[in-house]
């Protein structure tokens, strides 16, 4: 948990700070932005990185969690899990896709009785 909460302070900071600023708007219109002159394929470049970083670091938790990394581990439903928390909670901000996992993980245990309706 510690962790997870150090990953999420720098993820706020890092929002708010200048590169974070120039990433959203990329995001938001990339033709304008490069018209302003911010490097597109840099900001990009660099959000994907930060986004790995976490990724990586997730992982590197997991395997050390489980004691092993197996293929069977990041399965479809996992993988589907991630993009509809993405899409629940939203990619505005950090913590929406955090709260997407949350509501689904709770719907999820509501029906953990009838396991039919899970997926």
Do not use: H, Q
Not at 54 to 63: C, D, Q, R, S, V
Not at 64 to 89: E, H, Q, R, T, W
């Amino acid at each position: 948990m510690a962790i997870f909460f150090v990953l999420a302070m720098a993820a706020v900071c890092f929002d708010a700070s200048e590169t974070g600023i120039k990433i959203r708007a990329v995001g938001e219109d990339e033709t304008l932005s490069a018209s302003l002159g911010l490097d597109a394929w840099g900001l990009r470049a660099t959000a994907f990185v930060l986004g790995s970083v976490g990724a990586g670091i997730a992982g590197g938790l997991l395997a050390s969690y489980n004691g092993i990394v197996a293929p069977n581990d990041f399965g479809a439903a996992l993988m589907f899990k991630i993009v509809a928390s993405c899409i629940v909670g939203g990619t505005r901000r950090a913590w929406g896709p955090l709260l997407g996992l949350i509501f689904l993980t709770v719907i999820e245990e509501a029906f953990r009785a009838v396991p039919v309706y899970v997926p």
